[in-house]
Nanobody
Framework: VQLVESGGGLVQPGGSLRLSCAASGFTFSSYEMRWYRQAPGKEREWVAT????????NYADSVKGRFTISRDNAKNTVYLQMSNLKPEDTAVYYC?????WGKGTLVTVSS
């Protein structure tokens, strides 16, 4: 199993980014997928979950209305569209599925 995140970077407050997580080594379309994040000096926290078919999505209150999780089962990829970013969204973002973790991608929100 391999999960590889990409799309992180430096963005100004109010900006947008789209993260991707490419999955391999398992039947991606059969499993729900999650995004987590870990800010400097803080514990890792759950951000969003999407069901295997994409019909159910759940979000942490801190990102609800600003972030959208989606997936493309044909491409074995899960996405996190982040809008209206705030400095407190600065963190390493991790993809999680089937109990496995990617290495993360850093998102820095700063002017």
């Amino acid at each position: 199993v391999q999960l590889v995140e990409s799309g992180g970077g430096l963005v100004q407050p109010g900006g947008s980014l789209r993260l991707s997580c490419a999955a391999s080594g398992f039947t991606f379309s059969s499993y729900e997928m999650r995004w987590y994040r870990q800010a400097p000096g803080k514990e890792r926290e759950w951000v969003a979950t999407i069901a295997s078919t994409g019909d159910r999505r759940n979000y942490a209150d801190s990102v609800k209305g600003r972030f959208t999780i989606s997936r493309d089962n044909a491409k074995n990829t899960v996405y996190l569209q982040m809008s209206n970013l705030k400095p407190e969204d600065t963190a390493v973002y991790y993809c999680n599925g089937l109990g496995y973790w990617g290495k993360g991608t850093l998102v820095t929100v700063s002017s």
